[in-house]
């Protein structure tokens, strides 16, 4: 990033998205996906702080020291280490991300944080029900507690099948009925390229969900033959083809704007200080 000023630009404060945008570059915001770097104790907090941590997801799909990911059969929710985490963040100005956390996690941290928090890349699970989506419960109390949900383009948007815009679709229209259009957002879980649907690639993708599968990290839903992407969406501009969609279907350009990145440029401004 130091390296690239005119193209990156390090995020460590919500208010550095707008200058990022307004520069032309790039911006960048640094978390973790697990919050397993922190160990046993919150000793190393302040170090990450000052690398430019900004979100933290509190649990990958398993079990950890913070609280019960969503394949956790026993759902028990936050630990007491995972509540005082979760006081840490909110103090130091990191928003705290919901996405593969379980129901109770993700039901407990959003009614005992201080602060709006994300569910930066997930879906509905009142229309596809699976582990990695969340229920109207969950994204109700988000809303009524100011934060944000993201929708993913991934498998888990249906039951069967592959994934395409149509889905993408309808669950960005049930958390807007569900959450009011000021906390939905777009979450892709992915790369922005497009992706060439090679030999190789193909080869790549059966093997990656092999070793997940190996490694107990796979949720239901991950298959060789259902891709990570919606091909009908597999361009570079697929925000502005989802844009399109949402107009196409009577949606105005304000609540659009929010769902495009609005909302979540919002949430950074208020959370991350």
Request: charged letters at 25%; proline letters at 4%.
């Amino acid at each position: 990033i130091t390296a690239h000023p005119d193209v990156f630009a390090k995020v460590t404060r919500g208010t550095h998205v707008d200058e990022a945008k307004r520069s032309g570059r790039l911006g960048l915001v640094f978390g973790f996906q697990d919050a397993t770097p922190y160990g046993e104790n919150l000793d190393r907090f302040d170090a990450f702080h000052d690398l430019g941590v900004r979100i933290v997801q509190l649990t990958y799909n398993r079990r950890n020291l913070i609280g019960d990911g969503c394949l956790e059969p026993g759902n028990a929710g936050l630990s007491t280490l995972g509540q005082q985490l979760l006081a840490k963040l909110n103090q130091r100005g990191v928003l705290v991300d919901l996405s593969h956390c379980g129901q109770r996690t993700t039901h407990e941290a959003i009614a005992l944080s201080k602060q709006p928090v994300a569910i930066t890349h997930s879906g509905c699970s009142a229309l596809a029900e699976s582990p990695r989506n969340k229920r109207d419960a969950e994204l109700r109390l988000l809303a009524e507690r100011g934060g944000v949900i993201g929708i993913y383009i991934m498998p888990y948007l249906r039951s069967s099948g592959q994934v395409m815009a149509d889905d993408v679709i309808r669950h960005i229209e049930h958390a807007l009925t569900v959450c009011g259009e000021d906390h939905v957002g777009i979450g892709t879980d992915g790369m922005t390229s497009a992706i060439k649907l090679t030999p190789q690639y193909k080869k790549q993708f059966a093997d990656e969900v092999a070793e997940r599968a190996n490694l107990g990290i796979a949720a239901p839903g991950e298959r060789a033959d259902s891709y990570t992407f919606a091909p009908d969406l597999n361009t570079p501009r697929r925000y502005e083809q989802i844009a399109w969609r949402l107009s196409q279907r009577g949606h105005s350009d304000a609540v659009i704007g929010k769902v495009i990145g609005g909302n979540f440029a919002r949430l950074f401004r208020e959370v991350i200080v």
